[in-house]
């Protein structure tokens, strides 16, 4: 073994960044603090790094590389990122809410392909941080874009969408998926309302029917589709069906009441998650509790 025991192993203090390591060979100066790293790595992770540190420029050579105009905290983060995890245990980076938007930035700017997809897979996908990401997503890595989208598409209204495809997203085709999905998920909903609707009119009345005396047609609770067009149909509907149906909970088993209600709760949440994305002061007014159950 060529070797010592001292340059082989991990450094394990916090910042194993802030002093010479393992022969780390640069010396990155970022708010007047040192980040010790190597160039080797950090030209593997980056053509902007290599284009610096490999290449004809000055600071090919040079040992001390100050990096103006950059936060040291977010850089020191990003540079953490470049290495292996195994190489540095003590000091591995979370990536939040709080630090990654600064990470992507930088990611970005040195076009450090791994670690904009390192950060995308370990962040959490929130309403808040959804559509910021999304943009590095399908910049970085269109098969990461779907889990964006859906988030997008469930918790952020149109207006806020519109908004945000105005000023954030620069891009006409992002815009257009973003919309879609927002689109094909409203038509979901409305879907399976629709599936709801049905299913709760068919267990309160079982096969019957019932013929309209003044137009001949006859009347069943599933084909609300015909007798809209008729209004005679259409009384016989909410008379008999539809006024029924709503009272009609002793008619169906504990079971099936248990099954269309849970399949109506979850249908609620997902109206009503849209509903507080569109007006979020409806849900400040109803935690605070005006006294009414
Ligand atoms: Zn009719």
Request: aromatic fraction near 8%; charged fraction near 20%.
């Amino acid at each position: 073994m060529a070797c010592s025991s001292s340059q082989s192993s991990p450094p394990q203090r916090e910042n194993v960044f802030a002093s010479p390591w393992s022969n780390s060979d640069v010396i990155l100066v970022v708010e007047n603090k040192e980040i010790h790293a190597h160039r080797s790595i950090l030209c593997l992770q980056s053509p902007v790094f290599k284009a610096m540190l490999c290449g004809q420029f000055t600071e090919a050579k040079a040992e001390f590389i100050p990096l103006p105009e950059k936060k040291h905290n977010a850089m020191l983060q990003f540079i953490q990122l470049l290495y292996p995890p195994n190489m540095i245990k003590a000091a591995k980076v979370v990536v939040s809410d709080e630090n990654i938007l600064d990470i992507l930035k930088l990611a970005d700017e040195y076009q450090a392909v791994n670690v904009v997809t390192q950060c995308l897979n370990e962040i959490q996908i929130t309403k808040s941080n959804a559509v910021p990401l999304l943009v590095y997503a399908n910049q970085y890595d269109q098969s990461l874009l779907p889990k964006f989208l859906d988030v997008t598409s469930r918790y952020i209204s149109a207006a806020k969408l519109q908004e945000y495809a105005a000023v954030d997203l620069g891009d006409e085709k992002l815009t257009q998926r973003l919309l879609l999905s927002k689109c094909n998920h409203l038509e979901s909903l409305l879907v399976k309302g629709n599936r709801f609707g049905q299913k709760l009119l068919r267990r309160a009345h079982p096969l019957r029917t019932v013929e309209s005396g003044k137009c001949g047609h006859v009347v069943s609770a599933t084909n609300f589709h015909k007798a809209r067009f008729c209004s005679s149909c259409l009384e016989i509907y909410r008379t008999e069906f539809l006024t029924y149906a709503v009272t009609s909970r002793g008619v169906l088993s504990t079971q099936a009441q248990a099954e269309l209600e849970g399949k109506y709760f979850n249908y609620l949440e997902q109206v009503d998650d849209i509903v507080m994305s569109l007006c979020p002061a409806a849900s400040t007014v109803n935690e605070a509790g005006t006294g009414t159950p």
